[in-house]
């Protein structure tokens, strides 16, 4: 075999081992894309009670609520709030609600400071509420000096007396394929042994 069909089967693989990572990207992708948009309800959810001691670092955030204008009126549910990294950091903030100042009435916008150990990066966000009257947020956004901001959409009914909303934290590192794996190992082998007849020929 010469060099130049060495060299164009080289760039064969090279092609198909990229369009098979470029599926897996698509299709990873549109999982991503069904969590993003759909909070799901986490019944095995637990609070840790992650407590900031003394000589602990402490962080504030900045919690935007909106409320969906198809939401009731008000409500008088009880809405507690839990956010956190990958690392077990997590920020707990019980009742948040106040129906004597309107919190949560449709059309409203919400805004809280919350005190919590300090976080890598927001990954996970639920609510809870537990009552009769009902609640639909449209989104919660929170923000972090070290953080950044973040903003999940819910835009729906939270259920009651579950925790309820999105989870990342799983998604940093996405699974590899054996396809995308073997393909760089055909690529390393059959390049040295192009590249070694090529150069003991000359």
Not at 67 to 96: E, H, K, M, N
Not at 101 to 106: I, Q, V, Y
Request: proline fraction near 5%; charge should be positive; hydrophobic fraction near 30%.
């Amino acid at each position: 075999m010469n060099s130049a069909h060495c060299f164009v089967i080289f760039l064969a693989l090279i092609f198909i081992t990229s369009q098979a990572q470029t599926q897996t990207q698509t299709q990873t992708q549109i999982q991503t894309q069904s969590i993003i948009f759909h909070p799901q309800p986490q019944p095995s959810f637990k609070i840790n009670n992650t407590q900031v001691s003394q000589s602990a670092a402490s962080c504030s955030y900045t919690v935007t609520i909106t409320t969906s204008c198809s939401s009731p009126r008000y409500t008088r549910d009880q809405i507690s709030l839990s956010f956190g990294d990958a690392y077990g950091y997590q920020v707990y903030a019980p009742r948040i609600d106040d129906p004597s100042t309107g919190t949560f009435e449709r059309c409203s916008v919400d805004t809280y400071q919350i005190t919590g150990p300090c976080l890598y990066s927001v990954c996970y966000l639920y609510l809870y509420r537990s009552g009769y009257d009902g609640w639909k947020p449209e989104s919660v956004q929170v923000y972090g000096y070290y953080t950044g901001s973040v903003t999940y959409y819910y835009n729906t009914f939270i259920p009651n007396g579950v925790w309820y909303g999105f989870n990342y934290c799983s998604r940093a590192s996405g699974p590899k394929t054996t396809t995308s794996w073997l393909g760089h190992v055909f690529q390393v082998v059959f390049c040295f042994k192009c590249w070694k007849g090529l150069f003991g020929s000359m």
